[in-house]
């Protein structure tokens, strides 16, 4: 009885998590930060959330593997950068903002780190 119980743990494997980290940064095209500035992520099945970035500009968090967009919240129409979360990996996304066309990010991008293989997608 004991040796069949060794037999089915030996197949048994912790289970995946289906989480992954997004982390990054707000700045201006000539790298000052803006502190506090409010990011809208939206995503799958309607989630939406609005966070903020910390005081040297940084934000991160933890979301369900899925496509999300970030966007800086700001009056009108902003686009943002779309980031997919990969299972158990970390995506680094840069929001470039120009505060001279009323807010409007001009640069934006999305890449994985500490992973080779991170799903992500810069438009």
């Known amino acids: 009885m004991l040796l069949a119980a060794a ?63 970030f966007a800086v919240q700001r009056e009108g129409a902003s686009p943002g950068v779309t980031v997919v979360v990969a299972s158990s990996k970390t995506t680094r996304v840069e929001l470039v903002v120009d505060p001279s066309q009323a807010g409007m990010p001009v640069h934006r991008t999305a890449s994985p780190i500490r992973s080779a293989s991170a799903a992500n997608d810069s438009p």
């Open 7 to 69: 037999i089915l743990l030996s197949g048994f494997s912790p289970a995946q998590s289906n989480t992954g980290f997004v982390e990054g940064v707000v700045h201006t095209p000539n790298g000052r930060t803006l502190g506090g500035a409010p990011i809208s992520i939206t995503g799958p099945s309607g989630f939406r959330v609005l966070i903020h970035a910390d005081s040297q500009g940084q934000f991160s968090i933890t979301l369900p593997y899925g496509r999300y967009q």
